[in-house]
């Protein structure tokens, strides 16, 4: 079983920055994918920002060339940078991985959510 715990969320200013960070512990085999979502009441869980285990990104429109998502496949952790925020980004922030096991199995994992809240 894996664990992905996050921190960094809080309460900041527009305009201002946070930085996440999620780090698996557990039985890690091998990550995949790992990701960042974003979920607000009454509205879906999106995707904010993935990256492979190779290092491509992609983003969400709204964040692009705001946020930055970086991983350490050593320490099974990734990171977002997240600048010039705006009260719209304010969500629970949700840290994902895919888990790949020794036999191949993939097994979809999820933190449990920081919030952050961008008010003046």
């Known amino acids: 079983q894996v664990q992905l715990v996050e921190s960094g969320g809080g309460l900041v200013q527009p305009g201002g920055s946070l930085s996440l960070s999620c780090a698996a512990s557990g039985r890690v085999f091998r990550l995949s994918t790992m990701a960042w979502y974003r979920q607000t009441p009454g509205k879906q869980r999106e995707l904010v920002a993935a990256i492979t285990r190779g290092g491509s990104t992609n983003y969400a429109d709204s964040v692009k060339g705001r946020f930055t998502i970086s991983r350490d496949n050593a320490k099974n952790t990734v990171y977002l940078q997240m600048n010039s925020l705006k009260p719209e980004d304010t969500a629970v922030y949700y840290c994902?991985?895919?888990?790949?096991?020794?036999?191949?199995?993939?097994?979809?994992?999820w933190g449990q959510g920081t919030q952050v809240t961008v008010s003046s």
């Open positions: 994902n991985a895919e888990g790949v096991a020794a036999t191949g199995l993939r097994t979809d994992y």
